[in-house]
């Protein structure tokens, strides 16, 4: 930090607040009584409170966690510094993602300060984690803040408030200027793709046909055409794979040591959208036609996304594209990462050519941009998926496309997932696409690029004045706190007021004033010392509801058993987003919490259901009362309940076996992201055959690997949350 104004004086954060506290810790819902304030609700700058939703549970002391006009409240993960200085509010408490402040001097001065280029460069310095990045409370206590008089502050604050007022007049001004931009950007769009943009252009056309009497070619001539190159190409692949089987055979087959060449797989286009899907889109033009996306790629080279775990950054290794690297409509080359040569070609199924297009599928998934000459032989990550479009339709017209409105209407109305939302690869291959005549592609691509390089000037000016606008907001905040702000006439009032005294006389009292008072324990810190978790009351309870409610869906099912229920019990935690309290060990048939007895013997108290050998198995029955433990499990559910569901429907397609390996799986994967790693593949595929003896054995890298994938498909993603699953103690 330079230098202060000699009346100011250096001292720290947590010197000029009262001790910091973690917020509560429950999940979010719909309807309550308390809300529950979260750090996504404060990342813009103000509080909508319809959209703060309400406490699962409530705290036993609410009064220790309700929010007050004047609490500063910072994000500790995720959106990480980010700070918020309430201003109104309602009845409400604060997530345990966030940290609280009460400052001792003026709260807005404290809060401005949260906001300066002095304080974000300290929290650059403080951020630890691996996974998610984090900063604690000790850490920001200890940030060095310089603090001026109390008249002073007073006099800084009403300056910044003044210059910030004028900014933001302008800035409202640019976003609404930039809002119309881009609903223009739009409608031009869905002009062009419903075929309204070239309908003059049409007409032309068609006087011209009838005066030569040819017929004007449609969309179904271009598929057709495009259908026939997708046959040829698979043909000369197979001729080509039959001589190199050939040649493999006549070097010895087997014997040689090397594998037999993969035959290629025959092009299969998804059946056009249904009536039932049509009557969702628009209309089109005569000649025009919607098909599948999945129509319109290389035979050789089908939709795909790319690497799992890229992990590493390797030094003259493989360019590899992630989501974030697509910014505006292009690749930000500078900033990409490389992986491994070995890893890359684990994925050379996603390997890029020049022009090839790019789709995010997950976080902002929609974005689109055309892979540059300088990528060629690049790779992608499992969030972004790779179009390779035939040659015999517009590129352009298909970039433009996929950006049109009801393309993008159609990637928001199928994307899965809470927290990360993201639309899956077969979802991306069934994509409807509006067709037409490849002379009219080219009519619309040259519309759409002339109407619209206008507004991307006018967007790049806005853009330059806004970013401006923050440069200068950022500028006010550093003489702020520098003490550069106020004019000299500012000044001489400040020091002139009878209530003036300097920082250092200031910051004694609060010194004093905190000596007297008496401490008390930190809860958080008794609640580390305590040896073993705890279990909330009624867990166990909880615990034997969702277990009735599986076993009213698939008793019947001659697969599900113990074995089945201890998976299933051990996923739903993460599959409804709810803290896990299975403290599972690593026995042969995957994740098992001991505790499964008790809860079968509760459930049988409770007349839920009741378990008996049957051979090798542990099977269930239900009892007079499983509804009412039905309905306590779908309480527990809450929101979550059509993914248990879904879980559901799949172990009732799993046998033993397929139940045992997706859990496992799932297990070593969350246990690596719980350890700070992020596993790629091969390690998954390393802690299974880890975890128990007979893996290696049962279970094949590449059935591993098929697993690991399917989780990821069907996002069912651990976040590296709950108890770590341990090994069992062998006896002594």
Same mark, same amino acid.
């Given at each position: 930090?330079?230098?202060?104004?000699?009346?100011?004086?250096?001292?720290?954060?947590?010197?000029?607040?009262?001790?910091?506290?973690?917020?509560?810790?429950?999940?979010?819902?719909?309807?309550?009584?308390?809300?529950?304030?979260?750090?996504?609700?404060?990342?813009?700058?103000?509080?909508?409170?319809?959209?703060?939703?309400?406490?699962?549970?409530?705290?036993?002391?609410?009064?220790?966690?309700?929010?007050?006009?004047?609490?500063?409240?910072?994000?500790?993960?995720?959106?990480?510094?980010?700070?918020?200085?309430?201003?109104?509010?309602?009845?409400?408490?604060?997530?345990?993602?966030?940290?609280?402040?009460?400052?001792?001097?003026?709260?807005?001065?404290?809060?401005?300060?949260?906001?300066?280029?002095?304080?974000?460069?300290?929290?650059?310095?403080?951020?630890?984690?691996?996974?998610?990045?984090?900063?604690?409370?000790?850490?920001?206590?200890?940030?060095?803040?310089?603090?001026?008089?109390?008249?002073?502050?007073?006099?800084?604050?009403?300056?910044?408030?003044?210059?910030?007022?004028?900014?933001?007049?302008?800035?409202?001004?640019?976003?609404?200027?930039?809002?119309?931009?881009?609903?223009?950007?739009?409608?031009?769009?869905?002009?062009?793709?419903?075929?309204?943009?070239?309908?003059?252009?049409?007409?032309?056309?068609?006087?011209?046909?009838?005066?030569?009497?040819?017929?004007?070619?449609?969309?179904?001539?271009?598929?057709?055409?495009?259908?026939?190159?997708?046959?040829?190409?698979?043909?000369?692949?197979?001729?080509?794979?039959?001589?190199?089987?050939?040649?493999?055979?006549?070097?010895?087959?087997?014997?040689?040591?090397?594998?037999?060449?993969?035959?290629?797989?025959?092009?299969?286009?998804?059946?056009?959208?249904?009536?039932?899907?049509?009557?969702?889109?628009?209309?089109?033009?005569?000649?025009?036609?919607?098909?599948?996306?999945?129509?319109?790629?290389?035979?050789?080279?089908?939709?795909?996304?790319?690497?799992?775990?890229?992990?590493?950054?390797?030094?003259?290794?493989?360019?590899?594209?992630?989501?974030?690297?697509?910014?505006?409509?292009?690749?930000?080359?500078?900033?990409?990462?490389?992986?491994?040569? $070995?890893? #890359? +070609?684990?994925?050379?199924?996603?390997?890029?050519?020049?022009? !090839?297009? %790019? *789709? @995010?599928?997950?976080?902002?998934?929609?974005?689109?941009?055309?892979?540059?000459?300088?990528?060629?032989?690049?790779?992608?990550?499992?969030?972004?998926?790779?179009?390779?479009?035939?040659?015999?339709?517009?590129?352009?017209?298909?970039?433009?496309?996929?950006?049109?409105?009801?393309?993008?209407?159609?990637?928001?109305?199928?994307?899965?997932?809470?927290?990360?939302?993201?639309?899956?690869?077969?979802?991306?291959?069934?994509?409807?696409?509006?067709?037409?005549?490849?002379?009219?592609?080219?009519?619309?691509?040259?519309?759409?690029?002339?109407?619209?390089?206008?507004?991307?000037?006018?967007?790049?000016?806005?853009?330059?004045?806004?970013?401006?606008?923050?440069?200068?907001?950022?500028?006010?905040?550093?003489?702020?706190?520098?003490?550069?702000?106020?004019?000299?006439? $500012?000044? #001489? +009032?400040?020091?002139?007021?009878?209530?003036?005294?300097?920082? !250092?006389? %200031? *910051? @004694?009292?609060?010194?004093?004033?905190?000596?007297?008072?008496?401490?008390?324990?930190?809860?958080?810190?008794?609640?580390?010392?305590?040896?073993?978790?705890?279990?909330?009351?009624?867990?166990?309870?909880?615990?034997?509801?969702?277990?009735?409610?599986?076993?009213?869906?698939?008793?019947?099912?001659?697969?599900?058993?113990?074995?089945?229920?201890?998976?299933?019990?051990?996923?739903?935690?993460?599959?409804?987003?709810?803290?896990?309290?299975?403290?599972?060990?690593?026995?042969?048939?995957?994740?098992?919490?001991?505790?499964?007895?008790?809860?079968?013997?509760?459930?049988?108290?409770?007349?839920?259901?009741?378990?008996?050998?049957?051979?090798?198995?542990?099977?269930?029955?239900?009892?007079?009362?499983?509804?009412?433990?039905?309905?306590?499990?779908?309480?527990?559910?809450?929101?979550?309940?059509?993914?248990?569901?879904?879980?559901?429907?799949?172990?009732?397609?799993?046998?033993?076996?397929?139940?045992?390996?997706?859990?496992?799986?799932?297990?070593?994967?969350?246990?690596?992201?719980?350890?700070?790693?992020?596993?790629?593949?091969?390690?998954?595929?390393?802690?299974?055959?880890?975890?128990?003896?007979?893996?290696?054995?049962?279970?094949?890298?590449?059935?591993?690997?098929?697993?690991?994938?399917?989780?990821?498909?069907?996002?069912?993603?651990?976040?590296?949350?709950?108890?770590?699953?341990?090994?069992?103690?062998?006896?002594?």
């Amino acid at each position: 930090m330079k230098n202060v104004p000699e009346d100011w004086a250096r001292t720290t954060l947590g010197e000029v607040c009262e001790r910091p506290q973690y917020g509560f810790t429950t999940k979010a819902v719909e309807s309550g009584q308390l809300k529950l304030l979260r750090t996504t609700d404060i990342t813009s700058g103000t509080i909508n409170w319809d959209r703060v939703p309400f406490c699962r549970d409530e705290p036993e002391d609410p009064e220790r966690y309700l929010v007050a006009v004047g609490d500063l409240l910072v994000s500790r993960a995720g959106s990480i510094g980010i700070s918020h200085l309430v201003r109104h509010c309602e009845r409400s408490v604060f997530a345990s993602y966030l940290i609280r402040f009460r400052p001792l001097i003026n709260s807005q001065f404290v809060s401005y300060f949260t906001q300066s280029p002095l304080y974000w460069r300290a929290i650059s310095e403080s951020k630890v984690g691996i996974a998610v990045q984090n900063v604690n409370a000790s850490k920001l206590k200890a940030l060095s803040f310089p603090i001026s008089p109390l008249v002073e502050q007073r006099a800084i604050v009403a300056k910044i408030e003044s210059l910030f007022s004028e900014l933001d007049q302008g800035v409202a001004q640019l976003e609404t200027v930039r809002a119309q931009l881009g609903r223009y950007r739009q409608s031009v769009l869905k002009a062009a793709f419903e075929g309204r943009l070239t309908a003059a252009w049409r007409d032309e056309r068609r006087r011209e046909a009838e005066a030569g009497g040819a017929p004007l070619p449609t969309g179904d001539d271009l598929l057709a055409r495009i259908h026939a190159e997708r046959e040829a190409v698979y043909t000369r692949r197979f001729a080509e794979w039959e001589r190199a089987v050939a040649e493999w055979e006549t070097a010895g087959g087997k014997a040689s040591g090397s594998k037999k060449p993969r035959k290629p797989s025959k092009p299969k286009d998804s059946p056009p959208p249904t009536a039932e899907e049509l009557a969702d889109l628009p209309e089109l033009p005569e000649g025009w036609v919607w098909r599948r996306l999945d129509a319109l790629v290389v035979a050789d080279r089908p939709i795909c996304y790319g690497i799992l775990m890229p992990k590493e950054n390797v030094e003259n290794g493989v360019l590899y594209v992630k989501v974030r690297d697509l910014r505006g409509d292009r690749i930000d080359v500078a900033s990409l990462n490389r992986t491994s040569p $070995e890893i #890359a +070609a684990q994925y050379e199924r996603a390997s890029l050519q020049a022009g !090839d297009v %790019l *789709l @995010a599928i997950r976080g902002t998934y929609g974005r689109v941009a055309v892979v540059p000459p300088e990528l060629e032989g690049g790779n992608i990550t499992q969030d972004t998926a790779r179009l390779s479009i035939s040659p015999l339709m517009n590129r352009d017209f298909c970039v433009w496309s996929l950006r049109a409105p009801d393309v993008q209407h159609f990637f928001k109305r199928v994307a899965r997932g809470v927290a990360v939302k993201g639309v899956n690869i077969g979802d991306v291959r069934l994509c409807p696409i509006a067709i037409c005549d490849l002379e009219e592609q080219q009519a619309i691509v040259e519309e759409v690029a002339s109407k619209l390089s206008v507004v991307d000037e006018v967007e790049r000016t806005i853009a330059a004045a806004l970013q401006q606008a923050e440069s200068l907001r950022q500028s006010i905040l550093k003489k702020a706190f520098e003490g550069r702000l106020l004019s000299d006439a $500012e000044l #001489a +009032a400040v020091r002139a007021d009878p209530a003036y005294e300097p920082a !250092d006389k %200031l *910051l @004694a009292r609060i010194r004093d004033d905190g000596a007297q008072q008496p401490t008390r324990a930190s809860p958080a810190r008794k609640r580390a010392k305590r040896a073993v978790p705890g279990i909330p009351a009624g867990e166990r309870y909880r615990q034997a509801a969702c277990a009735a409610y599986a076993v009213k869906r698939l008793a019947s099912r001659p697969t599900f058993g113990r074995v089945q229920q201890m998976k299933y019990l051990y996923l739903v935690p993460h599959v409804i987003e709810q803290e896990s309290h299975i403290h599972a060990e690593r026995q042969a048939a995957g994740p098992l919490d001991p505790a499964i007895h008790k809860i079968e013997n509760l459930a049988k108290m409770q007349g839920w259901f009741t378990v008996k050998k049957s051979g090798q198995r542990y099977m269930y029955t239900p009892g007079a009362k499983i509804d009412e433990a039905c309905a306590a499990a779908e309480e527990v559910f809450g929101p979550g309940k059509d993914k248990v569901d879904w879980l559901l429907d799949q172990f009732a397609k799993f046998d033993t076996e397929r139940a045992e390996l997706v859990a496992t799986t799932f297990a070593v994967w969350n246990d690596s992201l719980i350890d700070g790693n992020e596993p790629d593949e091969p390690a998954i595929v390393a802690g299974v055959h880890g975890w128990h003896a007979e893996k290696a054995t049962k279970f094949s890298a590449d059935r591993i690997g098929r697993c690991f994938r399917w989780l990821r498909d069907h996002d069912l993603v651990p976040t590296g949350t709950g108890p770590r699953t341990y090994p069992v103690e062998e006896p002594a």
